[in-house]
């Protein structure tokens, strides 16, 4: 059996590295290898990263728009090529009642520089948002795990596929040679005249179907690690030495914990409940600080003649505003963000429902694959019991050669649900160790 195992290896890795001869090739002696390799190489992986950062960067932005700092500046400079007509009453200058004079006033080169220093003092509806993005934060960090294990959960199901195929085409490969033994002593009966053509047909059809089964098998496993290989970051050869039998005997487990779901739909609920409230808080007034720095220089012979001198003057104080919530759109969108909250409160309750029922569910399945197990065992030992008796009555001519091949098969397909609840113990086992690791 052992040399049969290092074929079936050593064909895989031929199929597996068909696309050429270049590619590294890479082993692994369990699926925790298989995370750890993908954890580093995985291009969703450092997409969650980058996540993290831009909801960190969310976080401290909010601080600053919470105080929302700004000096608006500006610097103008002008020539007054013709100066603007005023037009005074006559009489000040001795001229009859009702008329004007044309008088114009200012100086050709004007300069000006100003800044406005100014900030929020408190603004209720901005220190909120701090919060939200705090939460958010949270939520992205709790999605990114909750993406993480979802990665894992495949690779899970693609690990024991694999697996699975393995240890069918070691089963396919044994019975290949049986099947060329039947076909052996059929074809020595038939040159003895004590077999018939027939018999002959039946032997090589046998063999001709097991060596096809074969075929599909290896395809089968080309494809999952194809599948597989998506998630190693570059193409490479892949090879998984484990074997389904290694999990025959596990370790039991009783328990299992995973909050992320309800995690997540609390974080949602309260993101949604924080977003209400700093919509609520934009109808109430902001206090802020005001400010205006100005220089100004004057000249009639160019831009900041010498013979000029500088103007400056400045103000501070504070400054409350208020927006009367009365706009049709703030109004909506109030209303709006407490009825989100009503429905993302009522998910919060099924999420936590269904959490539990999620984390029952997995032992479920895993005692079930223990019982099948149980069976498939049983049943196997007794079909090859039976084989074994039928193969020697067959040598002996006791049996005819339909009842063999019908015997064979059974045996055949109950060595498959064997390893098939062997791969499902490990699936069952595996993703209950993922669910309890986050």
Request: hydrophobic share 35%; aromatic share 10%.
């Amino acid at each position: 059996m052992r040399r049969i195992h290092l074929m079936i290896l050593g064909m895989s890795i031929l199929i597996c590295s068909s696309d050429g001869y270049s590619q590294e090739s890479k082993a692994f002696l369990s699926i925790k290898e298989v995370f750890e390799c993908v954890k580093n190489s995985y291009y969703a992986f450092e997409n969650s990263a980058f996540q993290t950062k831009l909801a960190q960067l969310t976080s401290n932005t909010s601080i600053g728009n919470a105080f929302n700092p700004k000096i608006p500046s500006s610097m103008q400079v002008v020539n007054n090529i013709a100066q603007q007509v005023n037009f005074l009453p006559g009489q000040a200058f001795g001229m009859p009642g009702g008329t004007f004079k044309e008088i114009t006033m200012g100086q050709q080169y004007a300069s000006t520089i100003n800044a406005q220093p100014q900030f929020d003092i408190l603004n209720i509806a901005n220190l909120a948002q701090i919060k939200s993005a705090n939460i958010n934060q949270q939520l992205v960090e709790n999605q990114n795990k909750i993406n993480e294990q979802s990665v894992y959960d495949k690779i899970n199901a693609l690990y024991f596929n694999i697996l699975s195929f393995q240890a069918q085409k070691e089963i396919v490969l044994k019975n290949i040679t049986i099947a060329e033994q039947v076909k052996l002593i059929v074809t020595n009966k038939f040159k003895e005249g004590i077999a018939r053509k027939q018999d002959m047909n039946e032997a090589e059809v046998n063999l001709m179907m097991l060596q096809d089964k074969f075929s599909q098998i290896e395809y089968n496993t080309k494809s999952q690690y194809q599948t597989l290989n998506l998630f190693m970051g570059k193409q490479q050869t892949l090879i998984l030495t484990q074997s389904v039998k290694d999990f025959e005997k596990v370790d039991a487990v009783t328990e299992t914990h995973n909050t992320l779901q309800s995690e997540n739909a609390k974080l949602q609920s309260l993101l949604a409940e924080q977003e209400y409230k700093s919509v609520k808080y934009q109808n109430f007034p902001v206090l802020s600080f005001q400010s205006s720095l100005n220089w100004q220089n004057l000249s009639n012979d160019n831009f900041f003649s010498a013979n000029s001198q500088w103007i400056d003057y400045r103000y501070i104080g504070l400054k409350l505003s208020y927006d009367l919530p009365t706009t049709v759109q703030k109004i909506s969108s109030l209303e709006n963000k407490k009825i989100q909250l009503e429905i993302l409160k009522n998910n919060e309750e099924q999420a936590q429902n269904e959490m539990e029922t999620k984390n029952k569910l997995l032992i479920l399945e895993y005692e079930k694959s223990l019982s099948q197990s149980y069976y498939f065992q049983k049943i196997y030992d007794l079909k090859k019991d039976t084989y074994d008796k039928n193969f020697n009555q067959f040598k002996e001519g006791i049996l005819p050669l339909d009842k063999l091949i019908i015997s064979q098969n059974d045996l055949l397909n109950s060595e498959f649900n064997l390893m098939s609840a062997f791969a499902n113990i490990g699936f069952s086992k595996t993703k209950i160790d993922i669910n309890n690791g986050f």
